[in-house]
């Protein structure tokens, strides 16, 4: 069973930045693919970034340029700088991991607003 346990979520201005991080407690992380996804109030789950265990990373058009995801395996920690923040970008966003099965952190708050 792997946990999962995101933070850095909170209220910024648009134009601001945030940056989100995942601490996973599993042996062998590195083998990992990765994942932020997010859901916004009366949307469904929107895959945001990926990477992959070898760092390779794909992105969602709509966060291309403004947000980047990376890992650092020695810390079991999954990251997601998000800068230019809209308040389109406003949701829960979620941390995920897959290998042989999928596992998902309890999400953490962004609010982009005035």
């Known amino acids: 069973q792997v946990q999962l346990v995101e933070s850095g979520g909170g209220l910024v201005q648009p134009g601001g930045s945030l940056r989100l991080s995942c601490a996973a407690s599993?042996?062998?992380?590195?083998?990992?693919?990765l994942a932020w996804y997010r859901q916004a109030p009366g949307k469904q789950r929107e895959l945001v970034a990926t990477i992959s265990n070898g760092g390779s990373t794909n992105y969602v058009d709509s966060v291309k340029g403004r947000f980047t995801i990376s890992r650092d395996n020695a810390k079991n920690t999954v990251y997601l700088q998000m800068n230019s923040l809209k308040p389109e970008d406003t949701a829960v966003y979620y941390c995920n991991a897959k290998w042989m099965e999928m596992y998902w952190g309890q999400g953490t708050q962004v609010t982009v607003s005035s």
């Open positions: 599993a042996s062998m992380f590195s083998i990992y693919a």
